[in-house]
Structure formats: structure tokens, C-alpha cells
């Protein structure tokens, strides 16, 4: 396993794919997650920076509710994915709908989702599906969708032999899953990893999404046990933090250094903490 960095996901924005590259290097980072149409415009961004092109986002068009995917986009996207080294592509899926019931939307993220594995396939590039796991999230809108590992990887082998999981601890345990549940997964089941912690005193039936803390910063979550299941199946991919966090996004927004150091030292403890 190894350190990228997302930037949007710590509250850095604005900076070009030079820029977060650059950003990664200095700060002790070893990827990064990028947005490949930016990769397109420069495709000779990640040469000789020592840093890996770690995961790009499945480039949606529309609302998530309702998106869908230019595939011959898509394709002139897996192409350049490969030519860079990265086979890692992921989305999230929303756990709600306003219209559709459970199994018509299920019905619908296979159909949606199919030729887009299909393409990735052909490259021998894998699609992260991420489930999100609080209660808040979907408790009022008018069809609960898909918001657990298990049900969530069910979908995705319906939909290719390619498609896993994006694998967020924090979705992972406010949605009940335990890492025994985690331990039950192959490492070829797990395409991409988030790590955040929780708040204190906050029951997972409560939590809000968007309010998250640093890895290790409350020790909610059994983050080492997170991260030593992921070692025991073999998971050698990328690891990002995304804690949604208003103090960190405040310091992103005056000094992108300082936040991303911050969050690499938060990681780096977790890695010693969990023998890595």
C-alpha cells in the first residue's frame, strides 16, 4: 500500500495537475489521485516526477443520480490511463434515489454501468464502486439505495470481473460491517481505498457525512485493524485520506503545504501504527 494524495478531498483547490504532482513530491507523498480529462491536455504531466498516477475519477457527466458516460470519451480516457500506468478507476454511487425504488435502480446502475466496465475491461483497468454508508445520507429521500459492502460488491459482480469496491473505512463502519465483514474480501476485490475518523460521542446512525476527522485524530475508528485486514488479503493499491474536515479545509485555503503535510504526517502514524 502506499500514500497518494487527493487534493479536492482535503479542501485544496485550483491547482493544476503539475501543480498537485509537485505539491505530492514535497510533501511525502508517493501518488495521487487525478481527473483524466485534466491528464489529457498533459500527458507528460507524471514523467519523471517519481510519482504515480494513482486513481482517476470515472469522468461522469450530469447530477450522480442521474449521470452517464461518453463512452468514446471514456475509451480515448482508458487508453491514455494505461500509457500513464494507472488501472484504477473509480466512482461513488448515492445511496438514495427520489424516484427510483431499490430493485429499478439496481436495474438501472447495471445497465448504466456494464459498457463502462466493458471498455475499462478492454484496457485491463478496474472500476471502484464506493458505497456510502450513514443513515443521514438517505434517511430522507424517498428510496434507500444500495449503502452496504456487501449488497454493493453483489452489484458489481453483475456488472463485470473487473469492478470492486472503493473502500472507505468510514463508510465501511457507519454502515455496521465490521473488519471481519472487511476480511471476507480479496485483495482483487478492493480497487481503491479511502481513510478518514470519526467524531467523538456521535452514534453511526447520526453522523454527518461531511463532518470527519485526520486519521488517528480520535481513534473512533479502528483504523490500524482497517489497515492490517487490507495487508493480510494482499491490497497493495493507493490509500487516500478524505476527511471532509472544516478546520483542514480552512487551512487548505490559506496554505495547500502546510494541509498536505499535515495530512501526511497523520498517515505516516497510522502506517507505524499498523506495522506497515
Known amino acids: 500500500m502506499y500514500k497518494a494524495l487527493n487534493c479536492n478531498a482535503i479542501g485544496i483547490k485550483g491547482l493544476t495537475l503539475p501543480e498537485t504532482i509537485a505539491l505530492a513530491r514535497s510533501t511525502g507523498f508517493a501518488g495521487v489521485d487525478f481527473d483524466i480529462r485534466q491528464a489529457r491536455a498533459l500527458p507528460d504531466a507524471f514523467a519523471g516526477t517519481g510519482i504515480r498516477p494513482a486513481q482517476w475519477g470515472l469522468p461522469v457527466n450530469g447530477p450522480q443520480s442521474e449521470w452517464s458516460v461518453d463512452l468514446e470519451e471514456l475509451e480515448a480516457c482508458a487508453k491514455l ?27 438501472f446502475h ?10 475499462l475491461e478492454g484496457h485491463g483497468i478496474s472500476l471502484g464502486l464506493e458505497f456510502l454508508g450513514p443513515v443521514t445520507l438517505f434517511q430522507n429521500h424517498a428510496h434507500a439505495f444500495i449503502h452496504e459492502m456487501g449488497p454493493m460488491m453483489d452489484m458489481a459482480h453483475q456488472i463485470g470481473p473487473n469492478v470492486g469496491l472503493l473502500m472507505d473505512a468510514w463508510h465501511l463502519f457507519t454502515s455496521g460491517a465490521t473488519l471481519a465483514d472487511l476480511a471476507t474480501l480479496r485483495a482483487q476485490d478492493i480497487v481503491h481505498v479511502h481513510i478518514n475518523d470519526a467524531p467523538p460521542g456521535v452514534p453511526f446512525d447520526k453522523v454527518i457525512d461531511t463532518a470527519r476527522h485526520l486519521p488517528l485524530e480520535t481513534g473512533v475508528l479502528d483504523l490500524p485493524g482497517f489497515m492490517r485486514a487490507l495487508a493480510a488479503m494482499g491490497y497493495d493499491g493507493p490509500v487516500v485520506t478524505e476527511p471532509f474536515n472544516a478546520p483542514l479545509n480552512a487551512l487548505a485555503s490559506t496554505d495547500p503545504t502546510a494541509a498536505a503535510l499535515q495530512v501526511s504526517a497523520a498517515m505516516d502514524r497510522l ?3 499498523s506495522g506497515l
Open 271 to 273: 502506517w507505524d501504527l
Open 110 to 119: 447495471i445497465a448504466q454501468l456494464t459498457p463502462v466496465a466493458r471498455v
Open 81 to 107: 490511463a494505461v500509457q500513464l500506468g494507472s488501472l484504477r478507476c473509480a466512482t461513488w454511487v448515492p445511496s438514495w434515489s427520489d424516484s427510483r425504488a431499490l430493485a429499478e435502480n439496481t436495474a
